[in-house]
């Protein structure tokens, strides 16, 4: 679905005096098969908004290539089959909505991409009750809490059909609940609809829900792996600034204290099956 080669991205930023230029990202080669789960970790400022963007063809490789599905980002012409193809979710519901109600909200990428009715009508109400919003669906978006209106916008991609979803955090600004309903739904679009996720966050229990586990370090690729490979290198991962899911961590020091787990836990469950 995605593949990168010696990627390198740099912001160039013009003042009156000077050129500045930050090196956000740097020889970055690597590829997400066709329905995997891809959870993108690293410190602040380690490149991984860059790279969703990239992905998404908002901004484009200083050097090196990126295919989605076969099609190089830089092709000009294929823009907006990329853009189908893998769309993107942000941190911040409220910069994405557009539309005065949920209906319409969710309806505005599909009509982009000039589907019509009756196909149309049934793409949203779809993609509205995947995400357990149909009693909300002439509701404005102002009205809801910020993990309904981040279903809505996981609803407005489900609705364009794109093989490919990139979250930026998108549970970054919503409460307890509003994650868990937001990762769930994430969990059923790739186990149940196949669809390829690159999930960035800051979350390592999230994280451990991915197939694989890429970390950044100042635009490199730092680790990569299983969850139970990268959060078994604990102070590998605290070298870099990043924590691992709490039980994963109680295990591994208790484990320091003699206890023996063959192996670390990554959630609750498995860390009470050990105990
Ligand atoms: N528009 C921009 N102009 C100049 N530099 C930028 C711009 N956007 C990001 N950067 C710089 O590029 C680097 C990578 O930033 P990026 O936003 O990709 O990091 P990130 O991993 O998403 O961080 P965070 O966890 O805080 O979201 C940082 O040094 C950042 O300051
Ligand atoms: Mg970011």
């Given at each position: 679905?995605?593949?990168?080669?010696?990627?390198?991205?740099?912001?160039?930023?013009?003042?009156?005096?000077?050129?500045?230029?930050?090196?956000?990202?740097?020889?970055?080669?690597?590829?997400?098969?066709?329905?995997?789960?891809?959870?993108?970790?690293?410190h602040n400022g380690s490149g991984k908004s860059t790279l969703a963007k990239l992905l998404n063809g908002?901004?484009?490789?200083?050097?090196?290539?990126?295919?989605?599905?076969?099609?190089?980002?830089?092709?000009?012409?294929?823009?907006?089959?990329?853009?189908?193809?893998?769309?993107?979710?942000?941190?911040?519901?409220?910069?994405?909505?557009?539309?005065?109600?949920?209906?319409?909200?969710?309806?505005?990428?599909?009509?982009?991409?000039?589907?019509?009715?009756?196909?149309?009508?049934?793409?949203?109400?779809?993609?509205?009750?995947?995400?357990?919003?149909?009693?909300?669906?002439?509701?404005?978006?102002?009205?809801?809490?910020?993990?309904?209106?981040?279903?809505?916008?996981?609803?407005?991609?489900?609705?364009?059909?794109?093989?490919?979803?990139?979250?930026?955090?998108?549970?970054?600004?919503?409460?307890?609940?509003?994650?868990?309903?937001?990762?769930?739904?994430?969990?059923?679009?790739?186990?149940?609809?196949?669809?390829?996720?690159?999930?960035?966050?800051?979350?390592?229990?999230?994280?451990?829900?991915?197939?694989?586990?890429?970390?950044?370090?100042?635009?490199?690729?730092?680790?990569e792996g299983s969850a139970r490979e990268v959060f078994s290198k604990v102070d590998e991962m605290k070298?870099?600034?990043?924590?691992?899911?709490?039980?994963?961590?109680?295990?591994?020091?208790?484990?320091?204290?003699?206890y023996r787990f063959d192996k670390l836990p990554l959630n609750i469950e498995e860390f009470l099956e050990?105990?």
């Open positions: 679905m995605i593949k990168i080669e010696n990627l390198n991205f740099s912001y160039k930023n013009e003042s009156d005096e000077n050129i500045e230029y930050t090196h956000a990202l740097k020889s970055l080669s690597l590829e997400i098969n066709d329905g995997e789960f891809v959870a993108i970790l690293g908002q901004i484009f490789p200083t050097s090196g290539d990126i295919w989605i599905a076969g099609m190089n980002t830089k092709d000009e012409d294929k823009i907006w089959d990329i853009r189908e193809k893998c769309s993107m979710v942000f941190q911040n519901p409220d910069n994405q909505m557009v539309a005065t109600t949920v209906e319409q909200e969710v309806a505005f990428g599909p009509e982009n991409l000039q589907v019509e009715n009756p196909k149309l009508r049934e793409r949203v109400d779809e993609a509205i009750k995947l995400v357990g919003m149909e009693d909300y669906v002439k509701k404005s978006p102002s009205e809801l809490s910020g993990g309904q209106k981040q279903r809505v916008s996981i609803a407005g991609v489900i609705a364009m059909l794109s093989d490919c979803i990139i979250f930026d955090e998108p549970t970054a600004m919503l409460d307890p609940q509003g994650r868990a309903d937001v990762m769930n739904i994430i969990k059923t679009l790739n186990k149940d609809m196949n669809k390829t996720v690159v999930h960035i966050t800051h979350y390592m229990e999230e994280a451990a829900m991915a197939d694989r586990i890429i970390v950044l370090n100042e635009g490199r690729k730092a680790l070298a870099l600034g990043l924590t691992v899911p709490q039980v994963t961590e109680i295990a591994f020091k208790l484990r320091k204290d003699g050990l105990i």
